[in-house]
Nanobody, 123 residues
Framework: QLQLVESGGGLVQPGGSLRLSCAGSGFTLSFYSIAWFRQAPGKEREEFSCISSNGASTTYEDSVKGRFTISRDNGKNTVYLQMNTLEVEDTAVYLC????????????????WGQGTQVTVSS
């Protein structure tokens, strides 16, 4: 079965850090660009970061720029999201998605989605 599996979510205090993982199962991530999305209660799903298939190019929305870092290890078939200086507003379900494009092409849709992992930032 072809799927993406997220892990690493949890409860963290404001200012804390978490590292999320997105692992490919049944297919090779190295042919795909990967994006991270998040969806907070009552809000639309937001794409906030993307990484090209070879890791050479990354993009970030302003809301996470300077705090979050996306990276990948194609040898481990995994993409990571390091989240630092977390804020209460970062509370959401975090999902990863893969598109069959070498680059983060905004005109192409996503082929695979993960189930998501909950991140809760609270004191």
């Amino acid at each position: 079965q072809l799927q993406l599996v997220e892990s690493g979510g949890g409860l963290v205090q404001p200012g804390g850090s978490l590292r999320l993982s997105c692992a490919g199962s049944g297919f090779t991530l190295s042919f795909y660009s990967i994006a991270w999305f998040r969806q907070a209660p009552g809000k639309e799903r937001e794409e906030f970061s993307c990484i090209s298939s070879n890791g050479a190019s990354t993009t970030y929305e302003d809301s996470v720029k300077g705090r979050f870092t996306i990276s990948r290890d194609n040898g481990k078939n995994t993409v990571y999201l390091q989240m630092n200086t977390l804020e209460v507003e970062d509370t959401a379900v975090y999902l990863c998605a893969a598109k069959a494009s070498l680059w983060c092409n905004p005109d192409m849709g996503y082929d695979f989605w993960g189930q998501g992992t909950q991140v809760t930032v609270s004191s």
